[in-house]
């Protein structure tokens, strides 16, 4: 096992620590907020350290802070890092080389790292790309892709795709309660189904469809009233939008 550095404390740095833990001799944790760095410290196995001043020399860098906060994480870090492997959204290469590093690489986990359940889009210099790979393997599946637009892509699917899903569970959660279930019997079942459509994940999303949708009957009923409401249209126009959000 070898040293990672993880410079940010918010919750997707977290995430990525709670997957981590254990992955790593050392996992250092570098931020500005000493209350931060103590909680998660009482929480996972890792050292802590202050940004200012903080050296990154010859260190394997995960960069998990707010992309308007590069400039002012740029101005407290010294030396230069072997690899440096940012997380922030529609930051670019060109942007991210005013860290000091030898190579570098982006990546778009989400927060299912906490569970090793990610799935992280990667691009970059070989180098750091295969570094990146390695890493996030451990919290999950990864996915290559060669082009910056490609993981630009990714990241409004994989990285802002589970709030779209979270709204979708809500409103059959509220839709079960309409119906006359208790909240809590709406729950539960709505988070069976999708634990079940997980399981299915290797048919494709017709077949699924198909198989349940039978002529006249109670799911061909709901999936009008679906399309009635340009449903398809709306997740399709959430992705787009997120993608040039990333721009």
Known sequence: ????????????????????????????????????????????????????????????????????????????????????????????????????????????PNIAASKKASTTTIMGDSEAKAKALEIFEKIGKTIAVDTEKELDIATAIAGSGPAFLALAEEAIVDGGVACGLTRESAKALTKGLFASYAALADMHPAAIKESVMSPGGTTAAGIKALEAKAVRAAFIDAITAAYERTK
């Open 1 to 108: 096992m070898a040293t990672i550095t993880i410079i940010g404390t918010g919750k997707m740095a977290e995430a990525i620590i709670a997957g981590l833990a254990g992955s790593y001799e050392t996992i250092e944790v570098v931020g500005r907020n000493a209350q931060a760095l103590q909680n998660l410290a009482s929480k996972y196995p890792i050292q802590t350290a202050p940004l200012e001043n903080f050296d990154i020399e010859g260190k394997t860098v995960i960069l998990a802070v707010k992309p308007y906060a590069l400039e002012e994480v740029r101005k407290q870090l010294c030396g230069k890092a072997h690899i440096l492997i940012s997380i922030l959204a529609g930051t670019s290469l060109e942007a991210l080389r005013s860290i000091d590093a030898q190579y570098y690489a982006r990546a778009m």
